[in-house]
């Protein structure tokens, strides 16, 4: 791994908003060794960022706007098509019963024992 300016990934471990702009132009595999360089540094020095949008490794862009309604309309049709799934699922297994039940009961009228 390259060698970093120890002074940078402290001010990063620190949360400091001037050097988590200065890495933000960095390619993405030099922000990634930042990153795991800074998380070692919090677990050995046990340091919490003063700031809560710190620079972390494991850290997440802000999720897109999510249309809740069409959200709300999809689940809701999953669930129908699963509850549709097992009613048929049901259905089927109860004409496999009816059917086995009528073949027992023919056997047994015909005197014949019911094996498998």
């Known amino acids: 791994m390259t060698e970093f ?14 050097a988590l702009e200065q890495i933000k132009s960095y390619p993405l595999t030099v922000r990634m060794a930042l990153g795991t360089a800074v998380d070692q540094l919090r677990r050995d020095e046990n340091i ?8 972390s490794l494991y850290e997440q862009k ?8 069409a959200v709300g309309k999809a689940l809701a049709e999953r669930n129908k098509k699963l509850r549709e799934a097992e009613e048929l699922k049901e259905k089927i297994r109860e004409e ?3 059917k086995v039940a009528k ?10 024992r019911y094996d498998r």
């Open 62 to 69: 802000p999720s897109s706007y999510m249309d809740t309604e």
């Open 96 to 98: 496999h019963l009816l």
């Open 103 to 112: 073949q027992q009961a023919t056997r047994a009228r015909l005197g014949l």
């Open 48 to 55: 919490v960022p003063m700031s809560g949008g710190g620079f």
């Open 5 to 18: 300016n120890p002074e940078l990934i402290r001010a990063l471990a620190n949360g400091d908003a001037q």
